[in-house]
């Protein structure tokens, strides 16, 4: 008999899902609008719908299971989504909800980031890594460890959040409330802060004169194309993840650091000074490899296939 | 027939060095000045000389090894000290000149913070952890960690630098080069450049006019007769070693901080204070205690014991 997985990913756009084989290897997938004020019930019959389709062509007795990947944080235990404010989930009881639509297979939760960490170990740029980690840079800092070759889920089982280790106290505030977190220096988000807080030359003619238009991509093309300001600040940029990369190698020394999500699409042009810059502030002559992660927006929900 | 093992701990001034027995409670210690320019042959036929009188009274098939911690980096395999500049050793092949001069018994080599933290866990405020760090506060910033159950060596065999974890980049200048290290804002030495500069009140009084006598202690007292500027100088150290410990948990979820070294001896006045900022910089709701370490300065020698 086969044996599939399927894996959800549930964002607060849309909700994508894919079906795998044993090899994990894609068999299907399907992605749709996330209903927005829905809460963990509607979202859990969803949910199984998407299931029955994406396993139309399949037993129902091979279906192993189905992992769901959350963007928030979860309790200790895999249950409750404790905050997931993207989907408006406040201690939200997802996993029993999600159990009782989907009876009869076995149903597990866990972080997206914790996921796509999962997937680029089996099947992406942490492969074979005995201690590993994944940075993912976008609209916010997240990420994911490898320790003792296998996912770690904090040592209390509350998850990792290397996006608010500090690494400029008394530095920009972040939304987390504090001060110089990595994820109010390293995001996306700060990237289009600066290009519209610097808004001339190159970036202003990049976003027609219009603030609203300036995205991370704006300012890392600009910088790419030679413009002084934007050049400027993804320096600035690649300093900080520089902090940031290089704490995580000194207390982990980790064999990889993968860094995935939209600003990594800038390529060697990220990756080149960031290697420079975190080996200038590694305290370790030599040390691991920074690699663009692998996968890309399907690591979440290969991850949560592989979780069952 | 019992087994004792012994434990050096070497020091910039000191070498340091007890017997256990089975249990690891102490048998016999000892200390002697370190032999300053000496060679690593020099200075492992003194510690041949020290297990001598340590076992004295013992019978030699009785001892199982020799566990020697070091202040510095040390190779992935433990053979090799690869920089200890309080020892004056700089890619040097202590341990094979140690095996030399104790022949036929077990002799291995750690790093001292690692051993340290090998003793809190298994006898002193570490012990029962899944997940745990010592943080120690010295002339420098350093520490170990708890992962599965076990010391953690770093994923590359390097060890663990977390007084080097960057928690103000573009602060102050560290002994590394870099510039916010957790080193160059939360160890001793922070605290006494701090009261050499701001020389004034009751920080001048204690040091009886003369600014060679500031000591982190003198700085920790007149904070807590209530002096100004040393209790200024005292909050912001208190800040930036939250920013360290928060960064700490943020990455880990470590169920227990054990803080040790000579800071440490402020007590609950350092105590309380840093659980208060360590909380509000926490991006947990809940998160590990912060604790006192146990075992003082004779962490290092039983750790080196534990070790074998």
Chains 1, 2 share one sequence.
């Not at 894609?26 to 299931?51: C, G, I, N, Q």
């Not at 289009?192 to 970036?203: D, K, L, T, V, Y």
């Not at 300012?219 to 790419?224: G, L, P, S, T, Y």
């Not at 305290?283 to 691991?288: C, E, K, L």
């Amino acid at each position: 008999m086969k044996r599939y997985s399927i894996g959800f990913d549930i964002g607060g756009t849309n909700i994508a899902a894919a079906m795998y084989d044993e090899k994990y290897d894609e068999v299907s997938r399907l992605s749709v609008p996330f209903p927005k004020d829905s809460d963990v019930y509607a979202v859990s019959k969803l949910l199984s719908t998407m299931k029955d389709s994406l396993a139309a062509e399949v037993d129902k007795k091979e279906i192993k299971g189905v992992g769901i990947a959350v963007p928030g944080s979860i309790d200790s235990k895999g249950e409750i989504v404790i905050d997931a404010h993207n989907l408006g989930f406040f201690d939200a009881p997802l996993l029993k909800a999600a159990k009782e639509c989907m009876s009869g297979i076995e149903v597990a939760m866990l972080n997206d980031a914790n996921a796509a960490t999962l997937a680029e170990f089996n099947k992406g740029v942490l492969f074979g890594c005995d201690t590993g980690a994944l940075l993912t840079l976008g609209t916010g800092v997240g990420g994911g460890l490898i320790l003792n070759g296998r996912l770690f889920n904090g040592g209390r089982g509350s998850g990792v959040e290397m996006g608010h280790m500090i690494i400029a106290q008394d530095g920009e505030k972040c939304t987390c409330g504090n001060s110089g977190c990595a994820e109010a220096l390293c995001s996306a988000t700060w990237l289009i802060s600066q290009g519209r807080r610097n808004f001339e030359g190159m970036i202003k003619e990049a976003a027609d004169g219009n603030k609203e238009n300036v995205s991370a991509k704006t300012v890392i093309d600009c910088a790419k194309a030679g413009d002084k300001t934007a050049a400027a600040i993804f320096e600035k940029y690649v300093d900080s993840l520089g902090s940031l990369v290089a704490s995580i190698i000194n207390l982990t020394d980790a064999q990889v650091i993968a860094v995935g999500g939209g600003v990594s699409g800038a390529g060697e042009f990220l990756f080149e000074p960031l290697r420079e810059n975190v080996h200038k502030k590694c305290f370790f002559r030599t040390h691991g490899d920074i690699l663009p992660a692998k996968l890309g927006n399907d690591a979440g929900m290969l991850g949560a296939a592989l979780y069952i």
